[in-house]
Antibody, heavy 122, light 107 residues
């Protein structure tokens, strides 16, 4: 069974940085695009960023462009999200999610991790 | 950027009722549309992709339809375990935008 395990969340002050990790198992990690999706407390889902299987192509929502960087280490089956210049509105549970098909990022997300909570507050 | 608008934002229906949720794209997205179910306190679950293709294990009372800009998710006979928030998501490009969600409750 596919497993995705996020880590790295926590409390950070406004303007600070945090790096999230997502460790994947039970599938050929390098073959699939991956995404980060967040959910603010009591709010809906917001797609944040995605990357191709190789990591050579990356994509961002306007709300995080220029502040967040997605990357992956296929040798470690791990996806990352480097978050800089954090704001209160970035407070959310961050999920990593796997692309359903081996066709790049233009596909639905079929497996999700349990999420890691990021709280931006002074 | 293409916006995804869901309606209603919430609904309350009786067990056995037919429930319909609408998702509208601001531009045509062909059938690159997925539906997710998120039960309270749980992780989102993929229900339908390609607008109408039910994922393995999803009960047949769920169905999806539409193409272009207008899509629907239908629950043919609402069950207590269907209490959840439902989200549509477009994937015609690498920007995977979600709709705002529809919260379904039992009356």
């Amino acid at each position: 069974e596919v497993q995705l395990l996020e880590s790295g969340g926590g409390l950070v002050q406004p303007g600070g940085s945090l790096r999230l990790s997502c460790t994947a198992s039970e599938f050929t990690f390098s073959s699939y695009a991956m995404s980060w999706v967040r959910q603010a407390p009591g709010k809906g889902l917001e797609w944040v960023s995605g990357t191709s299987g190789s990591g050579g192509s990356t994509y961002y929502a306007d709300s995080v462009k220029g502040r967040f960087t997605i990357s992956r280490d296929n040798s470690k089956n791990t996806l990352y999200l480097q978050m800089n210049s954090l704001r209160a509105e970035d407070t959310a549970v961050y999920y990593c999610a796997k692309a359903r098909r081996i066709v790049g990022p233009t596909t639905a997300l079929d497996y999700w991790g349990q999420g890691t909570l990021v709280t931006v507050s002074s | 950027d293409i916006q995804m608008t869901q309606s209603p934002s919430s609904l309350s229906a009786s067990v056995g009722d037919r429930v319909t949720i609408t998702c509208r794209a601001s531009q045509g997205i062909s059938n690159y549309l997925a539906w997710y179910q998120q039960k309270p306190g749980k992780v989102p679950k993929l229900l339908i992709c390609a607008a109408s293709t039910l994922q393995s294990g999803v009960p047949s009372r769920f169905s999806g339809s539409g193409s272009g800009t207008d899509f629907t998710l239908t629950i043919s006979s609402l069950q207590p375990e269907d209490v959840a928030t439902y989200y549509c998501q477009k994937y015609n490009s690498a920007l995977l935008t979600f709709g705002g969600g529809t919260k379904v409750e039992i009356k």
